[in-house]
T-cell receptor, first 113, second 113 residues
Framework: EAQVTQNPRYLITVTGKKLTVTCSQN?????MSWYRQDPGLGLRQIYY???????DKGDVPEGYKVSRKEKRNFPLILESPSPNQTSLYFC????????????FGNGTRLTVT | SQQGEEDPQALSIQEGENATMNCSYK?????LQWYRQNSGRGLVHLIL?????REKHSGRLRVTLDTSKKSSSLLITASRAADTASYFC?????????????FGKGTHLIIQP
């Protein structure tokens, strides 16, 4: 089944403890992206990648890192999480072509205390 | 980054009525996509309309695009309780390359039984 898989679904952590949210897709998509969703603010793009070893900042990249060493994986790294990074996170992927739809993962609900 | 803006932010209608939501954007687009999000879940692609199209239908969905006004509308006819969700538009801009689909705050649609 074609899908984007994020793990974990729920994560509670403490300020400053490094964490990684994994994202994997099995559709051979070139493009992958991370979003965070907060009440009243909609979905905001954190980072995106147009292909292996190519990453770019979105609208809210501060406090996050990403890497794209393989086409299928696009992990989101929080080196020193802070409470303002408490949010619902989504990974998504698509082909590089205009008009191709984004496929979303099921989300990761992160709480930083 | 550029993104679409959905209007209204919230809409509550009776089951069986039609629901219309709008999207405005600011620069030239290649296409515009609409997505649905059920509470806390990943977004799901609904329909795509290309810049050279004026109207498109898919089941109970009708999308229009007016590039001169830089706006689009999504009409859901004969609404059902299961249509309760948030709806997002995602203009794909003509900047060259798939540098991302970004989203606004969405329209939260509630269908009253």
């Amino acid at each position: 089944e074609a899908q984007v898989t994020q793990n974990p679904r729920y994560l509670i952590t403490v300020t400053g403890k490094k964490l990684t949210v994994t994202c994997s897709q099995n559709m051979n998509h070139e493009y992958m992206s991370w979003y965070r969703q907060d009440p009243g603010l909609g979905l905001r793009q954190i980072y995106y990648s147009m292909n292996v070893e190519v990453t770019d900042k979105g609208d809210v990249p501060e406090g996050y890192k990403v890497s794209r060493k393989e086409k299928r994986n696009f992990p989101l790294i929080l080196e020193s999480p802070s409470p303002n990074q408490t949010s619902l996170y989504f990974c998504a992927s698509k082909t590089a072509y205009y008009g191709s739809p984004l496929h979303f993962g099921n989300g990761t609900r992160l709480t930083v205390t | 980054s550029q993104q679409g803006e959905e209007d209204p932010q919230a809409l509550s209608i009776q089951e069986g009525e039609n629901a219309t939501m709008n999207c405005s954007y600011k620069t030239s687009i290649n296409n515009l996509q609409w997505y649905r999000q059920n509470s806390g879940r990943g977004l799901v692609h609904l329909i795509l309309i290309r810049s050279n199209e004026r109207e498109k239908h898919s089941g109970r969905l009708r999308v229009t695009l007016d590039t001169s006004k830089k706006s689009s509308s999504l009409l859901i006819t004969a609404s059902r309780a299961a249509d309760t969700a948030s709806y997002f538009c995602a203009p794909e801009f003509s900047g060259g390359g798939a540098d991302g689909l970004t989203f606004g705050k969405g329209t939260h649609l509630i269908i009253q039984p």
